[in-house]
């Protein structure tokens, strides 16, 4: 009995710390290049055009990230194209952006699925976003790209 507990609590640990190696950056810059492999000698499998947009990393080789976004689609990225600036993506239709942290308060815009919005800040269920000209408070849940 006691050697599974053992056995269970380093396994636990094991994935515990994959998934914590996991985090959140954003692109740097308008234009950025997601390549097959670690190297500038990979050749480029797509461009983004999205500055800010959210992307997860997976692993680290040099001074490239493999990363993950929104929308499956995994490469790799040099780290001076990479920025520790916070943003999300709604992942929701139809999304409200709320005058303050509550349902209950003025809704002030309406996003689709797919925006981006730069976080100000977070709460426990809540993040302070800027889209356009709007600024406002958003569902954690409800955004991709926070962690």
Not at 31 to 50: A, H, T, W
Not at 66 to 89: F, P, Y
Request: with cysteine; hydrophobic share 40%.
């Amino acid at each position: 009995m006691s050697k599974l507990i053992a056995f269970s609590i380093i396994f636990s640990f094991f994935f515990t710390n994959i998934y914590a190696e996991e985090y959140f950056l954003t692109l740097r810059n308008d234009k950025v290049n997601l390549r097959q492999g670690p190297s500038l000698e990979y050749p480029i499998k797509l461009f983004y055009k999205k500055k800010f947009l959210p992307v997860l990393v997976q692993e680290k080789y040099e001074n490239f990230r493999k990363i993950r976004d929104h929308e499956n689609n995994t490469g790799w990225i040099h780290i001076s194209q990479l920025s520790k600036k916070k943003a999300a993506i709604t992942i929701d239709d139809d999304q409200l952006i709320f005058n303050k942290a509550s349902i209950y308060s003025r809704p002030i815009a309406v996003l689709k699925k797919g925006k981006l919005c730069k976080i100000k800040k977070c709460k426990a269920e809540w993040c302070k976003v800027e889209v356009e000209n709007f600024n406002g408070w958003v569902k954690k849940d409800s955004l991709w790209g926070l962690f």
